[in-house]
């Protein structure tokens, strides 16, 4: 419904209950019609009509239906009466008698919602092997706790306003999304550490001379500098 569209239903409004709307300014008139263009926008200008016009009908108080109102009107009149907890389990139970051979072609049966509940095919062949009295009572009662928790799960997302659904879904995506698995490092694949050796456990860079007793005293006797004194002395 476009802001055009929606000056349709304002007229409406207005036509049914002009003490209301008789000293709304233009600005706010304005503004009324632009929130309820955004909030109706994906839906048929018609229908907003009809939801409105039902609203008017079975008004007693003497005010104008609300957003909320005519939104709930709308689904109603769109959708239709919700199947009931009951009415679910009944489907569910009628399914499960022939459990045994045909889970596959019962289950593909199942609306939408039952089917999320229920599972899969094996579910409803290992439900058609329980007992009955279990299969009615403990069965049947989680069952139906789903059912009625998820069906006001679903009430609920129904109303909300289209770009905060599209969000929902978006975080909803995001959370399924499987977490990327560290990666480990194979200890095993690794080269072995490098060992620093202590300086005075390293070999000297050059082996030290091996000198005879009598080099040692001719050395002394000719008074020339060893290897060992040079390097000491820088030369």
Same mark, same amino acid.
């Given at each position: 419904?476009?802001?055009?569209?929606?000056?349709?239903?304002?007229?409406? @409004?207005?036509?049914?209950?002009?003490? /209301?709307? *008789?000293?709304?300014?233009? *600005?706010?008139?304005?503004?009324? #019609?632009?929130?309820? *263009?955004?909030?109706?926008?994906?839906?048929?200008?018609?229908?907003?009509?009809?939801a #409105?016009?039902?609203?008017?009908?079975?008004?007693?108080?003497? $005010?104008?239906?609300?957003?909320?109102?005519?939104?709930?009107?709308?689904?109603?009149?769109?959708?239709?009466?919700?199947?009931?907890?009951?009415?679910?389990?009944?489907?569910? !139970?009628?399914?499960?008698?022939?459990?045994?051979?045909?889970?596959k072609?019962? $289950?593909?049966? $199942?609306?939408?919602?039952?089917?999320?509940?229920?599972?899969s095919?094996?579910?409803?062949?290992?439900? !058609?092997?329980?007992?009955?009295?279990?299969?009615?009572?403990?069965?049947?009662s989680? /069952?139906?706790?789903s059912?009625? *928790?998820?069906?006001?799960?679903? =009430?609920e997302?129904?109303?909300?306003?289209?770009?905060?659904?599209? @969000?929902?879904?978006?975080?909803? %995506?995001?959370?399924?999304?499987? !977490?990327?698995?560290?990666?480990?490092?194979?200890?095993?694949? +690794?080269?072995?550490?490098?060992?620093?050796?202590? !300086?005075?456990?390293?070999?000297?860079?050059?082996?030290p001379?091996?000198?005879?007793?009598?080099?040692?005293?001719?050395? +002394? =006797?000719?008074?020339?500098?060893?290897?060992?004194?040079?390097? %000491?002395?820088?030369?």
């Amino acid at each position: 419904m476009t802001a055009a569209e929606t000056g349709t239903i304002m007229n409406i @409004l207005q036509a049914a209950y002009p003490r /209301f709307y *008789a000293d709304i300014s233009k *600005a706010n008139e304005r503004k009324i #019609v632009l929130l309820w *263009a955004e909030m109706f926008a994906n839906d048929d200008v018609s229908l907003v009509a009809a939801a #409105v016009k039902a609203l008017i009908e079975t008004d007693e108080k003497g $005010f104008p239906p609300h957003i909320g109102a005519v939104k709930a009107k709308l689904r109603l009149l769109t959708v239709g009466d919700e199947m009931s907890e009951a009415e679910a389990w009944s489907m569910v !139970a009628s399914a499960i008698r022939n459990g045994t051979y045909g889970a596959k072609a019962e $289950f593909e049966k $199942f609306p939408p919602i039952i089917r999320r509940i229920v599972g899969s095919p094996n579910t409803l062949r290992e439900w !058609a092997g329980m007992d009955s009295e279990t299969v009615h009572s403990v069965v049947a009662s989680n /069952f139906q706790r789903s059912y009625r *928790a998820i069906s006001e799960r679903e =009430r609920e997302f129904k109303k909300l306003p289209p770009d905060v659904k599209e @969000l929902v879904l978006s975080l909803r %995506c995001a959370q399924s999304e499987p !977490a990327v698995p560290e990666k480990k490092t194979d200890v095993s694949q +690794l080269p072995p550490p490098k060992r620093e050796i202590p !300086a005075w456990m390293a070999e000297p860079a050059e082996k030290p001379v091996q000198r005879s007793r009598e080099e040692v005293i001719a050395m +002394l =006797r000719s008074g020339k500098p060893s290897r060992e004194e040079k390097r %000491c002395n820088g030369d």
